[in-house]
């Protein structure tokens, strides 16, 4: 099973691994990587041999964790749940920061989900006014995986 929780010892290898992976790009391309290389880099399956040219190449990627937010994070979880699979391939985390279901009408609604949902309020959030993300109920899931 794949670590979830970040140690030094996890972070510290995570670090590491990229680095030896963005070196070998560099050495490869003869140039300088830009933040997009770099964190292309950091991400591919062989960084050693396989195609990055521009435009062109179909990377082979090795994400080490997934990290959704919202809507996007809960479509992704039903569709993984239609193909059967028991479990991710690598440790993956939704975070949902407004949990507010229409139903009725966007004031009533927000008032409900307040009573539905305790958590950490705003004074902007109580109000019937558009609060800031952060300022609303979280809630996360993370999924632990199989190693590879």
């Given at each position: 099973m794949i670590a979830i929780d970040p140690t030094p010892e996890t972070v510290a290898a995570?670090?590491?691994g990229m680095e030896r992976k963005q070196?070998?790009?560099?050495?490869?391309?003869?140039?300088p990587l830009s933040l997009a290389d770099k964190v292309l880099?950091?991400?591919l399956d062989d960084?050693?041999?396989?195609?990055?040219?521009a435009g062109q190449a179909q990377?082979?990627?090795?994400?080490d964790r997934v990290v959704f937010q919202d809507v996007l994070g809960q479509s992704a979880l039903l569709q993984f749940m239609q193909t059967g699979r028991a479990r991710v391939a690598i440790p993956t985390t939704?975070?949902?920061?407004?949990?507010?279901?229409?139903?009725?009408?966007a004031a009533p609604d927000l008032a409900a989900s307040l009573d539905e949902s305790p958590g950490p309020r705003s004074t902007a959030a109580a109000s019937g006014s558009r609060a800031p993300a952060s300022s609303t109920r979280s809630c996360s899931r993370t999924t632990r995986s199989r190693a590879r």
């Open positions: 995570l670090y590491a070196s070998a790009l560099r050495r490869r391309l003869g140039t880099a950091g991400h960084p050693e041999h396989g195609a990055f040219e990377l082979r990627l090795r994400p939704i975070h949902c920061d407004h949990l507010i279901q229409a139903r009725t009408g």
